[in-house]
């Protein structure tokens, strides 16, 4: 049983150093794609990918967003620490929402 905990630990930890680089990489590419180039057309594709980006930038990187909209109040390091941290906090819901998943299967399941 201290096994498969582990490992499931491990799967979860895997998850997060795997999940957080890549929905970083794709923020930054969709966030300078839809909020920085105000020229480009407003077909139905674009809206919605301008939705999806809305969505990517939550929770942290929104807001922040509004607070200080051109990057010149707050350093580098830490505009780069909340790509990292609304990262992180979605592979967090995303394992939080895993769990309750199993958990709900598992209450179906049981025999009785």
Not at 37 to 50: D, I
């Amino acid at each position: 049983m201290i096994i498969g905990a582990k490992l499931g630990m491990i799967r979860k930890v895997v998850f997060l150093i795997v999940f957080t680089p890549i929905h970083t990489f794709v923020t930054i590419l969709m966030v300078q794609r839809f909020f920085y180039n105000p020229s480009r057309n407003a077909g139905v594709m674009e809206a919605v990918c301008k939705i999806i980006t809305f969505v990517f930038t939550l929770p942290v990187l929104f807001p922040y967003m509004l607070i200080d909209p051109d990057g010149e109040r707050s350093a580098r390091w830490f505009q780069g620490f909340l790509l990292f941290f609304n990262a992180f906090v979605w592979a967090l819901l995303l394992l939080l929402l895993f769990y309750i998943v199993k958990r709900l299967r598992a209450r179906r399941v049981k025999p009785g």
